[in-house]
């Protein structure tokens, strides 16, 4: 197995990452690069890196004059995260279903009781994790690079979104039945159904939160 050495942007961005899946960074405090730096015992350079490929994903606004920001999402920007998202995945799945072995198929399986089970136990972050694994699997065997790049800008927000509300979204047992639906229409075969029932799962969850975030 092939050892991935991550540069110091990577862990930068990882970093900020975890920040903000934890809560200790919250929507609209200021993010300084001085403070990263500091807290990671490197220099700015890499800091600076990572800003860029962060404000690129979503994660950080960049306003001038004034400095980095966590950005605060309104009820239509996150719909429109979701709905864009659940569009290319959905189109990245249906172009290449004919590409998954069985193996991955029970993969795939396997990972929807995962999930299941780690929200049984309350495990907020390896739900994440795993929903991460089997959503990036059913994009694996797409040949259009432009449609994987965008689809991975938006993970992370939307993983971080998740993490945040998907105890009042959904029970455990639900969030398995959801991820199965998609598993069992990429097992089928069925293109058209592929599509829609990603962007069903997508459109349903986007509106949910945004509902949340609305009321809160």
């Known amino acids: 197995m092939a050892i991935i050495k991550k540069t ?4 930068v961005v990882d970093h900020v990452y975890e920040l903000l899946l934890t809560g200790e960074l919250s929507p609209g405090q200021q993010l300084k690069e001085s403070l990263l730096a500091a ?9 600076r890196e990572a800003m860029k490929e962060l404000i690129m994903n979503g994660l950080v606004d960049y306003r001038p004059q004034v400095g980095n920001f966590i950005p605060v999402l309104s009820p239509k920007e996150i719909i429109d995260s979701y709905t864009t998202r659940g569009v290319l995945e959905g189109y990245a799945v249906m172009e290449s279903c004919g590409n998954f072995s069985a193996d991955e198929f029970d993969t795939l399986f396997g990972l929807t009781e995962e999930m299941e089970n780690h929200a049984l136990a309350l495990n907020q972050k390896l739900v994440v994790e795993v ?3 089997f959503h990036d699997l ?4 797409c040949h259009n690079l432009q449609v994987i790049e965008y689809t991975n800008r938006l993970s992370l927000k939307l993983h971080i979104l998740f993490y945040k509300y998907w105890g009042t ?4 047992r639900e969030i398995g039945r959801r991820h199965r639906l998609i598993a069992e229409a990429v097992h089928a075969q069925e293109p058209l159904r592929i ?5 069903e799962h997508y459109r349903q969850t986007g509106s949910l939160i945004a509902e949340l975030r609305q009321g809160a």
Do not use: N, T
């Open 8 to 11: 110091y942007k990577d862990q």
């Open 39 to 47: 807290q990671m015992g490197i220099s700015r350079a890499p800091i």
């Open 131 to 133: 929903g991460g694994q």
């Open 138 to 141: 059913l994009i694996s065997r």
């Open 169 to 172: 979204l959904y029970d455990a």
């Open 195 to 199: 599509e829609q029932v990603i962007r």
